[in-house]
């Protein structure tokens, strides 16, 4: 009898903790915020590089035009990774508030699309860096570029994995 009262004590305990380690989630909250401000900051960054580009376009040729271009789109890129983390914690982490009691939400989180989503992100990211690294060089300089080549290699290496871990890891098993 004593057992059956002590396995029911255990239980709420455990009920009890889960919940307070579930309200906690609520601290994520402080990191989507800050990467909304920093988004906020970067954005600024982006409108004074974009007035830079408009001021330059009489001055500059068609090759600075894309190199200009480039960095750019770079700062987009960036700026979607910053908006993908940032709503993906808040869906994921947070805004399921009204199931404290069921936590079965988290068992139905997609990690491997978000981390497929960041990898694509961080490989194009790098590749813009490596093209703008390529195309700001007047004479190739290969001893700077091989290494950004072998960066990227690896970067999409990696992306590789996570599309084949995704894809294979979630097939049923017969």
Known sequence: MQSRSSSELNGQMTKFLFKIL???RWLMLIFCFGLAFALSAFAVLFGLKLWKFFVAIPTIDEF???LKILGLIDYTLIAGLVVMV???TFSSFIENQDQVGNASWLSS??????KIK???TIVAIGAITLLEDLFSVGNLNWSGVVPGIAIEFVLMLVLLV??????YGNKPTH
């Open 22 to 24: 579930l309200a906690m």
């Open 64 to 66: 600075e035009a894309v």
């Open 86 to 88: 940032m709503l993906s």
């Open 109 to 114: 989180m997609s990690f491997g699309v978000l």
């Open 118 to 120: 960041l990898a694509s």
């Open 162 to 167: 996570f599309v084949a871990a995704d894809r």
